[in-house]
């Protein structure tokens, strides 16, 4: 059910009992802002950048909070043989509404990786379905970007068409409800209170502020879903040959979850293993040489192999692996190019959710991104579907000012709930029902999955439409 928020009670951040104390010694009165976004992440940004590029919006009054420090974003330097180990595959369509606001300019292109094809098989029985342009869909099935080069490019469009008020190293400590002076009736705007002190009214407020979302907590909107039991492990590797040519991604269903690499510039790529959270572990302690083994292993060796060394070899999986792929045939048109190094300090892991709020708006707020929805990296869906909300929301605002309604009202916001989740809500559960369906080694099931896996792979029509239904998000 939908919450409202037409209570004028004071509603607080579930935050440490000090935080809650402070938050209830309201003092000096609020600016007034037209829209606050708290979370200056890649939905965050966007949806900022946006807003300044309509016409339409330009002229609203707009702030967004950060908890971070975003000068290493804004100061961005790196160097070509160096490649952050967060990043993002976006669709073609997140690159087109990205490009429609000039922020994709700013990206570094020379950093994006393209891909055409892909390929994906079931690592218990061996069924695999090739995705490849060449079935004459229209575009590149993804654009691997590193979020830091997202961010990083927002960022500079943000200030090169100035007029938002960028918090950052600032945190939202609590957000009230205001109250009515004699002049001026903010008894159903929230405020927030940031860690300097400052206090913001805000017509709209958006939260774009994480899996943890204080937004929607204040909001008083509930989230469902669940904990996967499972972490993904994320690397950059270097990986054998120039990396010169057409790019391909890979990715293998083992029971514990997908092992995934996907192509970045030159003979670089990312990994992204999920995993249960022991051998996330135990692939973490490893030394360099003996992760870049179990990496190869994760993509060559039978899922009975695999399983064995990440969970009982500690040291020496080098040899292991080179030993156990002497009795395993392997079809290498089918895997990556051998992994030969791992980036210092590149190897993380991330716990993994579904979870999928009740609503994505209340009186005076809305929801973005992670704040709204969590998904299993899998599909590496999570952060289009947060391109998607933002894309959505601004067109919703920007209708409301075109029509002089309030921007903040739940009925000028109800055409960005009904665009998005419904939309988001399927993708999610059919990530969901892939991840589910691929955890398990049960015969019946292992061979109901091949078999639709094969039929899938053996129509070209049906899969240049899953390919275009893909990159049109
Ligand atoms: C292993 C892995 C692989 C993935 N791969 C892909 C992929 O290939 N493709 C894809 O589309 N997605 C992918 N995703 C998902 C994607 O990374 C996320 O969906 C995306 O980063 C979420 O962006 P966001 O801006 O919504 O949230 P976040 O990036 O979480 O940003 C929220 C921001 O809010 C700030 N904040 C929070 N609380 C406060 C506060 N109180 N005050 C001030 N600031 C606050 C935080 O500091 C943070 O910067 C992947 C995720 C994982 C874990």
Redesign the pocket.
């Known amino acids: 059910m939908r919450p409202t928020l037409s209570t004028t009670t004071l509603r607080r ?1 579930q935050l440490p009992f000090t935080l809650r104390r402070n938050a209830s010694t309201t003092a000096s009165n609020p600016s007034i802002y037209d829209v606050v976004i ?9 949806l900022a950048s946006v807003l300044r590029s309509s016409a339409w919006t330009k002229p609203l009054k707009i702030a967004l ?4 420090d975003l000068t290493p974003a804004r100061e961005w330097k790196p160097t070509p043989d160096n490649f952050s180990n ?6 073609p369509g ?1 690159v087109a509404f990205l490009q429609s606001t000039g922020a994709w300019d700013l990206v570094k292109q020379e950093r994006v990786q393209s891909y055409k094809g892909m390929e994906v098989w079931d690592g218990v029985s061996g069924s695999a379905i090739s995705f490849n342009t060449a079935l004459g869909s229209t575009s590149d099935i ?1 654009y ?1 970007c590193e ?1 830091n080069n997202l ?1 990083s490019g927002l960022l500079s469009h943000i200030e090169s068409l100035g007029g938002i008020e960028i918090r950052d190293k ?4 609590s957000i009230t409800n205001g109250t009515d002076d004699g002049t001026l009736d903010l008894t159903s705007w929230p405020v927030v209170t ?2 300097s002190g400052e206090k913001m009214a805000a017509r709209l407020l958006v939260g ?8 929607r907590t204040f909001a008083e909107i509930e989230t469902r879903g669940w904990d996967y039991g499972r972490h ?3 690397a950059t590797l270097k990986l054998e040959g120039t990396g010169e040519g057409e790019k391909t991604a890979y990715q293998r269903f083992l029971p514990t979850g997908p092992i995934a690499m ?1 192509p970045m510039p030159g003979p670089y790529a990312t990994l ?1 293993w ?1 995993t249960t959270p022991q051998h996330a572990a135990a692939l973490k302690a490893l030394a360099p040489e003996d992760f870049v083994a179990a990496v190869n292993a994760g993509f060559r060796l039978s899922h009975v192999d695999v399983e064995y060394i990440v969970s009982n070899v500690t040291k020496g999986v080098v040899d292991e692996f080179a030993w156990r792929e002497q009795n395993t045939a392997v079809d290498e048109k089918r895997v990556p190019a051998k992994a030969v190094s791992v980036q210092e300090k590149s190897v993380a ?4 959710k579904m979870r999928h709020a009740d609503s994505y708006i209340a009186e005076r707020v809305a929801l ?8 299993h ?1 899998l ?9 998607g ?1 933002v894309r959505s929301l601004a067109k919703t605002v920007e209708y409301a000012v075109q029509h002089g309604q309030d921007i903040g009202a739940v009925l000028s916001l109800e055409p960005y709930f009904e665009e998005q989740y419904f939309k988001n809500h399927v993708l999610i559960g059919v990530v969901d029902k892939l991840h589910k369906l691929y955890g398990t080694t049960s015969a019946p099931v292992v061979a109901v999955r091949s078999l639709g896996l094969d039929a899938v792979n053996a129509l070209d029509g049906l899969k240049k439409f899953i390919m275009d239904r893909a990159a049109s998000r």
């Not at 909070?65 to 971070?68: F, K």
């Not at 967060?86 to 669709?91: A, D, F, G, I």
């Not at 599909?379 to 289009?384: F, H, I, P, V």
């Open positions: 951040l708290v979370g200056g992440g890649p939905a965050g940004l966007s909070i950060e908890g971070m967060r990043v993002s595959s976006l669709t997140s993804a691997m979020n961010t600032t945190r939202v400590e940031l860690s774009a502020d994480g899996a943890n979302s204080p937004v993904g492990v994320v996907l992204v999920s892991n991330f716990p993994l973005i991104g992670d704040a709204a929805h969590s998904v990296p599909a590496g869906q999570g952060l289009n579907q947060g391109i909300d």
